[in-house]
């Protein structure tokens, strides 16, 4: 019982925060970063928030993280971080030679009130940045929000930054994927080109943090969006924004900047989301949806009908980011599942205001908290149990405490491989989902029924 | 990559022994811009003080700073796991204006009323050095009201390296010291400090001590125990563990407590069994001791020699780099690695000193690599170089490893076995030996063969 600590009765604790459910907004910065290619991510600060996101990142992908820091020190946390991020632009461009650096801030560097526009300015004027390369950066002060803010910060930071506006337009579409797995964003892009759509996925980190083994080390390896398609999204038919939280800004920018118009969707998790990203998809570059795409989504309908008998009733604790678990909750009730404890980390009074809608029908009563914890969590799958949990790889603990099928889901998994692999969007990632579901929900059916009732065919 | 730069300002915390004369800089911070390897003060005082299982350890700060150090390290705990959870004060905007210190006391009281631990630790991160909270005074008010001791830990990341953050950690655990009853301490009693029971390794080496007829009266802090801590300076010699994490608790109590010192390694036979040898010699009044300390070693060495050969055969040499965050521990590592037949050709420390890059240079082959606070870049370009066949690292370092075709030993906190002690050495042989040979490599374009 190794969360045994965790106590029945629910108190208000506004003073803390206990195992908690989201972490800073660096972290997402620097995921956002390394989804452009040749970006070093550099974190202005100290070094342990860097080895910390790093560290973090690598455990979750099993890949090399590269990212410089200011290193500052009790001089810098007096005087502010100048003289360091001038000294850290020039040191990196000559050793390491990245294409672009994009700078976040910390929790130090943001309470000091260092202007990076300002020093980044004055280290293009004294020569520190090559011809042809570049330095921006998003500010990310970690006591506000999450780490969803920061990739969401970061993302706008690459439009404000780096798109064009030409004038002539282009026949591609935008899409913003949102705070998502590079095996999502592999296969956001694979319907797009089924669908014959031409487009600029940003940030990408696919082939960056799913990267194959070559022999060799790369700094900056294959995957990523480049600088130039950065620049043509100015020039776009339109944007699709998936997952308000994580892409809605950095969309709004773009049409604010080049008036690229967009859309801002829910992340298309499950077969109701999905559909309105391709329907989207669609209407935005003009085109009709392809047969592949209708034998993938037939497939998906064909596993929900088939053991839907599995899923009526059960109940079901949800634990993550607030994109990814609104439209997780939507796809788990429309298989006629009833998420009844759903918390993100979060903060934002808009999450709960969703998810009441969505689970309207359920006819139990549901949980919902934005900006809550998973001590809390845990201690509402005490007073009111569940069938199945979905959570990141903390959720382990209480899924062996409490003898609960645990379905792992979310931000940071530790100790699995498949998200850097296998998608959870588009129908297939709908399919990959139920059977994640379903493997774990008969599983532990075949072990607790009786010999006379074990069943072979299910 | 072999054309890559390396900053001047880096050149003398890189080595080649036999090509340069030795004069390498170190403990200073990390250039501003490297893809440094280093952690935070922060990091260095969580490190040490966490695996005080019955205790609360909150930390005070934005939320990141408690989120990347929940129960990232294997330090085990055969009772309470309080320390497996994570406490933070998640600082919001609000707090940093207004400062953090009614959020603080009002977390403090909560988790002290909810959880009862017997002490409770205050990390500080760097937030809280800026906006200035008078941490202390609400730990006081705290410890005064709940009758617990309740330590601040200054450990705001930027005042300094991950060495300063043990210190930080042992001037709080030396304030737990001296409280509990001693009178029933054996006259021939250590305690065993800078043991941190990753993959149960405390146990081990306390195991043989007693076996020794020797009292272990407190591990500071593998599974360790408030309660235990309080009545450590009832023992009569402290065994010191590791370079850098407790030698400043070991000096305090010393100072303190007259309690000499020796210091130690749990790694490899020779270091092992040294280590027990020390200790038994300051009991000397007592012969037994040694006579014990005799057998346990013959027998323990006889038990596992057998084996260690066999991996030899398969090792012989092969060749090593090591990154590790501590000196000490790569002298014991390359004395172990000699053990398997095995050369070292490049090694690296996050802390090491000066004297401690001396030994290593004495230790090490004519062209080996001896680099501080290196990084990613550096590590592989030697690493393909000195075509090594083992990396021996921490997290960020594995996948680098692997990326190149090498095999990997982890001999940081995310290790699962031990490795300390005899059988750890056997261990260790046997996952080196596992890596090292393992036929995957063979698929790699590294060391790709017809097949
Ligand atoms: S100080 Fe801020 S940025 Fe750094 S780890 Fe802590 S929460 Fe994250
Ligand atoms: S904020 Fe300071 S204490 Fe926290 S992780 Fe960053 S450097 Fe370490």
New binding site residues.
């Given amino acids: 019982m190794l969360f045994r600590h965790t106590t029945n009765k629910v108190a208000d604790r506004k003073a803390l925060n206990v195992n908690p459910a989201k ?5 997402g910065a620097m995921y956002a970063a390394l989804g452009i290619h040749g970006c070093l991510p550099h974190s202005h ?2 070094q ?2 860097c080895a ?2 790093r560290s973090t990142l690598t455990r979750h992908y099993k890949e090399p993280v590269m990212a410089g820091t200011s290193s500052f020190t009790e001089g810098a946390s007096v005087f502010g971080g100048q003289a360091n991020l001038v000294q850290a632009i020039d040191n990196i461009f000559t050793i390491y030679d990245p294409v672009v650096v994009a700078v976040h801030t ?3 560097s943001e309470t000091i009130g260092d202007d990076i526009t300002q020093i980044t300015a004055k280290a293009k004027e004294s020569g520190k940045i090559p011809e042809g390369r570049y330095v921006f950066h998003a500010s ?4 506000v929000g999450s780490h969803v803010t920061g990739f969401s910060s970061m993302t706008k930071a690459m439009v404000d930054h780096f798109a064009e506006k030409s004038g002539k337009k282009r026949r591609q579409v935008n899409i913003i994927p949102g705070y998502v797995e590079p095996s999502d964003m592999e296969e956001i892009k694979r319907i797009a080109k089924l669908m014959k759509v031409p487009c600029v996925v940003f940030p990408d980190t696919s082939n960056v943090l799913n990267g194959p083994q070559t022999g060799k080390y790369e700094m900056f390896p294959r995957g990523g969006v480049t600088i130039e398609e950065l620049k043509t999204t100015g020039d776009s038919l339109g944007t699709l924004g998936l997952g308000k939280l994580a892409s809605g800004p950095a969309a709004r920018a773009l049409d604010t900047k080049c008036k690229v118009a967009c859309q801002v969707l829910d992340l298309p998790i499950g077969l109701k989301a999905t559909d309105r990203f391709v329907d989207a998809l669609r209407n935005m570059a003009g085109v009709n949806v392809s047969d592949d795409i209708n034998i993938e989504r037939g497939k998906l309908l064909d596993v929900i009908t088939d053991m839907h008998q599995y899923f009526f009733g059960k109940k079901v604790a949800l634990i993550g980011d607030p994109d990814q678990l609104i439209s997780l909750t939507e796809f788990l009730v429309s298989v006629d599942m009833w998420p009844i404890h759903i918390v993100t980390g979060t903060p934002g009074k808009k999450f709960e205001k969703r998810i009441r809608e969505i689970t309207e029908d359920i006819p139990v009563p549901v949980n919902v908290k934005a900006g809550g914890d998973m001590f809390m969590w845990h201690q509402w799958i005490k007073n009111d149990p569940v069938d199945l949990m979905m959570g990141n790889t903390y959720v382990k603990y209480i899924s062996r405490d409490e003898d609960i099928p645990f379905v792992r889901f979310g931000f940071p998994i530790l100790d699995r491989i498949g998200h850097s692999y296998f998608p959870t969007v588009g129908y297939r990632g709908g399919l990959r989902i139920l059977e994640k579901i379903l493997d774990v929900l008969l599983d532990r059916q075949d072990r607790d029924s009786p010999e006379e009732s074990f069943e072979l065919v299910m | 990559m072999s054309t890559i730069h390396i900053l001047e300002e880096r050149q003398r915390q890189i080595y080649q022994k036999g090509k340069q004369p030795f004069d390498m800089i170190c403990d200073k911070v990390s250039i501003a811009g490297s893809v440094s390897q280093r952690a935070c003060v922060f990091c260095g005082s969580r490190v040490v003080l966490y695996p005080i299982a019955d205790a609360l350890h909150l930390v005070h ?5 408690a ?2 150090t929940w129960d990232i390290r294997g330090a085990l705990s055969s009772g309470p796991q309080l320390h497996r959870l994570s406490f933070s004060t998640d600082l919001t905007e609000t707090d940093v204006i207004f400062g953090g210190e009614t959020k603080l006391y009002k977390a403090l009281t909560q988790l002290i009323d909810e959880h009862n631990p017997k002490a409770a630790f205050v990390y500080s ?3 809280v050095g800026l906006i200035g909270d008078d941490v202390t005074s609400v730990c006081k008010k705290v410890a005064k009201e709940k009758g617990i001791p309740v330590l601040p830990v200054h450990s705001e ?1 930027f005042k300094g390296t991950k060495k300063d953050g043990y210190k930080a950690a042992c001037d709080a655990l030396f304030e737990l010291i001296g409280k509990g009853p001693v009178d029933h301490i054996s006259p021939y009693s250590i305690n065993i400090l800078g043991e941190f029971n990753i993959g149960g390794e405390a146990w081990i080496i306390r195991d043989y001590y007693e076996r020794m007829g020797i009292e272990v009266v407190s591990v500071m802090t593998g599974d360790g125990r408030v309660d235990d801590a309080g009545k450590s300076h009832g023992a009569k010699l402290n065994v010191v563990q590791c370079s850098g994490s407790m030698t400043h608790l070991a000096l305090a109590m010393e100072k303190k407590y007259k309690i000499p010192f020796i210091r130690v390694s749990y790694f490899g036979i020779e270091d092992m069994a040294q280590a027990l040898y020390d200790t038994a010699a300051h009991f000397k009044e007592n012969p037994a001791i040694m006579k014990n300390t005799r057998e346990l070693v013959r027998e323990e060495i006889s038990g596992m020699y057998p084996q260690l050969k066999k991996y030899r055969t398969d090792l012989e040499g092969k060749k090593a780099a090591i990154y590790v965050g501590g000196a000490f521990k790569a002298f014991s590592l390359i004395k172990a690695l000699k053990h398997l037949g095995m050369t070292t050709v490049l090694v690296g420390s996050q802390t090491g000193s000066k004297d401690d890059y001396e030994i290593l240079r004495q230790m090490c082959d004519e062209g080996t690599v001896i680099v501080d606070d290196a990084n990613p870049v550096e590590l592989s370009k030697y690493l393909i170089e000195k075509d090594a066949d083992l990396f021996i690292g921490g997290v960020k370092e594995r996948p680098i490893a692997y990326k190149l075709g090498v095999g990997f030993c982890d001999h940081n906190h995310e290790r699962k076995i031990p490795l300390a002690g005899f059988v750890g050495m056997l261990n260790f042989a046997k996952e080196v030996h596992a890596t090292v040979t393992s036929p995957v490599w063979q698929l790699t374009p590294r060391r790709e063969r017809s097949y």
């Fill in positions: 972490t800073c907004q660096p972290i600060g100290s342990g928030c910390y996101h910390t929790c130090l990310t002060p970690s006591y | 700060g934005p939320i990141g700073c989120a990347y991160t760097c937030i990341g």
